[in-house]
T-cell receptor
Framework: KAGVTQTPRYLIKTRGQQVTLSCSPISGHRSVSWYQQTPGQGLQFLFEYFSETQRNKGNFPGRFSGRQFSNSRSEMNVSTLELGDSALYLC???????????FGQGTRLTVV | DAKTTQPPSMDCAEGRAANLPCNHS???????VYWYRQIHSQGPQYIIH???NNETNEMASLIITEDRKSSTLILPHATLRDTAVYYCIVRGYNAGNMLTFGGGTRLMVKP
């Protein structure tokens, strides 16, 4: 069974640009969550999607958004990039509530 | 979600048991304790979870105190590949699949 796939693995963007990251969950998993990891703030929850609906949202500005498609694949978008958005962005999928989450390898975003 | 407290770092000799403590004194009756670990620059990996009974799987054992205010993750025979940051997470009943990570414990397994 294929794991959680995140693309791209590495990305370099310029301040002010926008970026879209993609996450393909494990087949059959309906829940996809996104996290941001930085050295200063650690692992922080961004949002969760379940059956195409955003179910939970972390404390991030509106520049961070996401969506989930009918095949459970998810994308997150960051607009008007800032230097502080440089981070490892992780996606996790779960088959249902209160089961274990499986994480992808992440997308490392560098904003210059 | 209940807040968790973990020591920032621990050392363990290879082949010995690693016992990682976690305090969650404000846990509610329907909240589960989850453990994940993150090996450098990889995505976190699920280890084990439990409600109030002790749990064991092929990776580890989870011991939860009777009052549920603390727990211990036990890696019975630590190897160098177990060097990682270990996160103890209390998962709220209405939190869906949202995980709230704290600082974790950086476990260093030494030869």
């Amino acid at each position: 069974k294929a794991g959680v796939t995140q693309t791209p693995r590495y990305l370099i963007k310029t301040r002010g640009q926008q970026v879209t990251l993609s996450c393909s969950p494990i087949s059959g998993h309906r829940s996809v969550s996104w996290y941001q990891q930085t050295p200063g703030q650690g692992l922080q929850f961004l949002f969760e999607y379940f059956s195409e609906t955003q179910r939970n949202k972390g404390n991030f500005p509106g520049r961070f958004s996401g969506r989930q498609f009918s095949n459970s694949r998810s994308e997150m978008n960051v607009s008007t990039l800032e230097l502080g958005d440089s981070a490892l962005y992780l996606c996790a999928s779960s088959s249902s509530d209160y089961t274990e989450a499986f994480f992808g390898q992440g997308t490392r975003l560098t904003v210059v | 979600d209940a807040k968790t407290t973990q020591p920032p770092s621990m050392d363990c000799a290879e082949g010995r048991a690693a016992n990682l403590p976690c305090n969650h004194s404000t846990i509610s009756g329907n909240e589960y304790v989850y453990w994940y670990r993150q090996i450098h620059s990889q995505g976190p990996q699920y280890i084990i979870h439990g409600l109030k009974n002790n749990e064991t799987n092929e990776m580890a054992s989870l011991i939860i105190t009777e009052d549920r205010k603390s727990s211990t993750l036990i890696l019975p025979h630590a190897t160098l590949r177990d060097t990682a940051v270990y996160y103890c997470i209390v998962r709220g009943y209405n939190a869906g699949n949202m995980l709230t990570f704290g600082g974790g414990t950086r476990l260093m397994v030494k030869p």
